[in-house]
Every structure is written in structure tokens, then in C-alpha cells.
């Protein structure tokens, strides 16, 4: 038997192969763990935008995840876009029904060119099923933005933010900090205390494709590893700069980040 922590990733494919479930297995690979998936959606999309989404049939989703979870010891999970309130209900019941744990949400509604990838009806769900099933929500400030309903232009205004998204449910916040500020701050909240993870911010005025799903992909990695989430954060913080860093234009609109800048 292979003593590779399996992961799992329920989330979108993005034909352009970027973020979603591609870049998700590319960060699960090179954190020497293996990497199954749920498919939630299929986006027709390259590095200037999306063009076309198809979700996948509720009934689909669940089969995936059954056998997945009856064959594999799912060690920790992500979800990344859930885009329908079909597919967030089937979600919310296999994650009880298989008893998943190590649980990080990445709340996606927005791709990076601004197109929807959570249909705007399925936002409240979202928050009352999954959020109390956390372990980790990892929301950008636009995200944030949306649940707790107030305006983020500075660490305090993250800190509250943060502590309002607490009161719905997961263990852990991670307001990311690659939108705001001079530097790239992460403020994470516990119920208890706050924690701030800082970088600097690289190609300020550039835009950059995935940085979220390799972010909350690495977190996972780690947790499967058994490291604690504190520390797990941290790591992906670290991981996903260097992504960042040796990140590549391979198309005519946004850059890639590079979760494989590892292999040498």
C-alpha cells in the first residue's frame, strides 16, 4: 500500500487549466500526497475569461463522491466551485453521509476575469450548509465582502470581517490578503485570536489565475500530513508566494501561478 496521503478536491474543471480541479491535483502532487476529485462543473475558459459553464447533475456529483470515499481514506478535502444550489445540497449530505473531515472551504464566486462561478441564489446556502462543516474558509476580500456584508480596505476592516464569518460557522477564517493593503497580509481568526501572515506583494498591478485554488489546495495537502491548521496555513501561505513568484504568461490574459515551481 502506498503511504501517500490521499486528498480530495470537489471543484470545477477549468479548461484553460489554471485553478480549479487542474490546479488542485498539480499542488496535491507536488506535496507528495494523491489527489482524487469530485467534478461540480465544467468551464469552457482560457487565460482572458470564461465563455461557458455546464454544471454537472446533482445525482453525478453524489456518484463521484461515493466512490471515491468507498475505495479511498480521504485524509482531508477541499471544496472550491460548487456553482448550484443542487450540487451545494448533495455536497453538504455525502460530507455528513462519508463523515469527511480536514475540511477546507474555498468559497469561490467569482473567477478571476469577474465571471460567475456560484449562481447568486446559492450564496446564503452555501453559507448555512458548509460553513458550520469547516475546519478552514479561505474567502478573498471581494468574498469576504459578501457574507459579512461590510467594506475591507485595511487589517481591522479584515478582523472584523473575519470575526463576522466566525459567528456562521467554521473553525478557522482566513480573510487572504492579496487584494488589499501594501503588502500581502492574510489575517486569520480562531474564535479566540488573530494570526497575520505577511509577504510581499509581487506584480502589484498584475493579474494572476489560480492563486486561490493552489492556496486552499496546499492547505489540504498539509492537514492530510497531520499538521495542525495553524501551521498549515502558514505553509500554504509560503507555498502559494513562491507560485506566485515563478508564475508564467502562457496565454493572452492572466498569468498563470505556478503551483510545480518545486520541480526543478
Same mark, same amino acid.
Given at each position: 500500500?502506498?503511504?501517500?496521503?490521499?486528498?480530495?478536491?470537489?471543484?470545477?474543471?477549468?479548461?484553460?487549466?489554471?485553478?480549479?480541479?487542474?490546479?488542485?491535483?498539480?499542488?496535491?502532487?507536488?506535496?507528495?500526497?494523491?489527489?482524487?476529485?469530485?467534478?461540480?462543473?465544467?468551464t469552457s475558459q482560457n487565460t482572458k475569461g470564461v465563455k461557458?459553464?455546464?454544471?454537472?447533475?446533482?445525482?453525478?456529483?453524489?456518484?463521484?463522491?461515493?466512490?471515491?470515499?468507498?475505495?479511498?481514506?480521504?485524509?482531508?478535502?477541499?471544496?472550491?466551485?460548487?456553482?448550484?444550489?443542487?450540487?451545494?445540497?448533495?455536497?453538504?449530505?455525502?460530507?455528513?453521509?462519508?463523515?469527511?473531515?480536514?475540511?477546507?472551504?474555498? @468559497?469561490?464566486?467569482? #473567477?478571476?476575469?469577474?465571471?460567475?462561478?456560484?449562481? =447568486? +441564489? %446559492?450564496?446564503?446556502?452555501?453559507? *448555512?450548509?458548509?460553513?458550520?462543516?469547516?475546519?478552514?474558509?479561505?474567502?478573498?476580500?471581494?468574498?469576504?465582502?459578501?457574507?459579512?456584508?461590510?467594506?475591507?480596505?485595511?487589517?481591522?476592516?479584515?478582523?472584523?470581517?473575519?470575526?463576522?464569518?466566525?459567528?456562521?460557522?467554521?473553525?478557522?477564517?482566513?480573510?487572504?490578503?492579496?487584494?488589499?493593503?501594501?503588502?500581502?497580509?492574510?489575517?486569520?481568526?480562531?474564535?479566540?485570536?488573530?494570526?497575520?501572515?505577511?509577504?510581499?506583494?509581487?506584480?502589484?498591478?498584475?493579474?494572476?489565475?489560480?492563486?486561490?485554488?493552489?492556496?486552499?489546495?496546499?492547505?489540504?495537502?498539509?492537514?492530510?500530513?497531520?499538521? @495542525?491548521?495553524?501551521? #498549515?496555513?502558514?505553509?500554504?501561505?509560503?507555498?502559494? =508566494? +513562491? %507560485?506566485?513568484?515563478?508564475?508564467? *504568461?502562457?496565454?493572452?490574459?492572466?498569468?498563470?501561478?505556478?503551483?510545480?515551481?518545486?520541480?526543478?
Amino acid at each position: 500500500m502506498s503511504n501517500l496521503p490521499c486528498v480530495l478536491t470537489i471543484a470545477g474543471s477549468d479548461s484553460g487549466g489554471g485553478a480549479g480541479i487542474q490546479a488542485d491535483l498539480k499542488t496535491f502532487a507536488v506535496h507528495k500526497t494523491f489527489g482524487v476529485s469530485v467534478i461540480t462543473a465544467v468551464t469552457s475558459q482560457n487565460t482572458k475569461g470564461v465563455k461557458s459553464i455546464q454544471g454537472i447533475k446533482k445525482e453525478i456529483v453524489a456518484d463521484q463522491i461515493d466512490m471515491v470515499c468507498e475505495d479511498f481514506d480521504i485524509k482531508a478535502f477541499k471544496t472550491g466551485m460548487l456553482y448550484s444550489m443542487d450540487i451545494i445540497d448533495v455536497v453538504s449530505m455525502k460530507i455528513k453521509e462519508h463523515r469527511l473531515k480536514n475540511f477546507c472551504l474555498d @468559497p469561490v464566486i467569482f #473567477a478571476g476575469s469577474g465571471d460567475r462561478l456560484l449562481l =447568486e +441564489e %446559492a450564496v446564503e446556502l452555501l453559507i *448555512k450548509s458548509l460553513f458550520p462543516e469547516a475546519l478552514i474558509v479561505t474567502p478573498n476580500r471581494w468574498e469576504a465582502e459578501s457574507f459579512s456584508k461590510m467594506k475591507i480596505n485595511s487589517i481591522k476592516d479584515a478582523e472584523r470581517s473575519a470575526k463576522i464569518i466566525h459567528e456562521m460557522g467554521p473553525k478557522y477564517v482566513v480573510i487572504k490578503g492579496g487584494h488589499f493593503g501594501e503588502k500581502a497580509i492574510d489575517v486569520v481568526y480562531n474564535g479566540k485570536d488573530f494570526a497575520h501572515f505577511e509577504t510581499e506583494r509581487i506584480g502589484k498591478n498584475m493579474k494572476y489565475h489560480g492563486a486561490g485554488c493552489v492556496f486552499s489546495a496546499s492547505i489540504v495537502a498539509n492537514l492530510a500530513k497531520g499538521i @495542525p491548521p495553524l501551521k #498549515a496555513i502558514e505553509r500554504a501561505k509560503k507555498f502559494t =508566494e +513562491e %507560485a506566485i513568484r515563478n508564475s508564467f *504568461k502562457i496565454g493572452n490574459g492572466s498569468i498563470q501561478v505556478n503551483p510545480l515551481w518545486i520541480i526543478k
